[in-house]
């Protein structure tokens, strides 16, 4: 059996907690900034934890996390 191949683009988006959790960036802050709050934009600046509906197909693209 060969080995399993990372899904580089996803590797470099997710981590992976201490608890096995996948941890992500929050999207919307690259551009058009200007009409969004300072608090949105704060905000955004936090992780977030992926969702649960998502992690089983994360976790088949990322083997080895």
């Known amino acids: 059996m060969p080995k399993m ?3 580089r683009s996803a590797a470099k988006r ?3 907690t201490g608890t096995g959790k ?3 960036n929050k999207a919307y802050k690259s551009h058009i900034l200007t009409k ?3 608090k949105r934009k704060r905000n955004l ?3 977030a934890i ?3 509906t998502n992690v089983k197909n994360m976790k ?3 083997p080895y996390l």
Do not use: G, Q, V
Request: no cysteine.
């Open 22 to 24: 996948l941890k992500r």
């Open 45 to 47: 600046r936090k992780s």
């Open 36 to 38: 969004k709050s300072a």
């Open 50 to 52: 992926t969702d649960s």
């Open 14 to 16: 997710f981590k992976a």
């Open 5 to 7: 191949k990372t899904s």
């Open 60 to 62: 088949k693209i990322l």
